[in-house]
């Protein structure tokens, strides 16, 4: 199952390291852990409007949580803020189901063998929920900057 779940796409994802630094002056900051393994997203975020201008991340944590937050930074960019959530449902779907299903999300299939891994669905979703927190901040007003 490893080589299936750490397959070439999925480490060079990792290794690209999209947006893998802190924002000098994020409007939205929010600090993710997972506590059954360790892994914790630190995710950046500024907008103008609705509209992700710039992602940036710290990422302690695996090999599939440093390839999700690379996702979601490479895929995020340019795109509404407010799909933040659809990502999310998606990425959980696809890895409930083991179906990509209808996602519009670029690349989502790359994380699908991991289905088969249920401890490790949340490495995968840890970035998603850092994104969809960060962007429910701006909606609300908030903004966490640590």
Not at 38 to 51: F, H, K, Q, R, S
């Amino acid at each position: 199952m490893a080589s299936n779940v750490y397959h070439g796409a999925l480490v060079a994802l990792a290794r690209a390291k999209h947006g893998a630094q802190r924002l000098a002056k994020p409007q939205s900051s929010v600090r993710i852990d997972n506590p059954l393994c360790g892994d914790e997203v630190t995710l950046d975020l500024c907008c103008d409007g609705d509209i992700v201008r710039e992602i940036g991340h710290r990422v302690r944590g695996c090999l599939l949580c440093e390839a999700a937050a690379s996702w979601v930074s490479l895929h995020s960019v340019g795109r509404p803020r407010s799909e933040a959530q659809e990502a999310l449902r998606a990425a959980r779907a696809m890895l409930a189901s083991g179906e990509l299903g209808s996602s519009r999300w670029p690349d989502l299939e790359l994380f699908l063998p991991v289905h088969a891994a249920k401890s490790r669905h949340r490495c995968v979703l840890l970035p998603l929920e850092a994104l969809t927190s960060a962007a429910e901040q701006l909606e609300q007003g908030e903004t966490h900057a640590d």
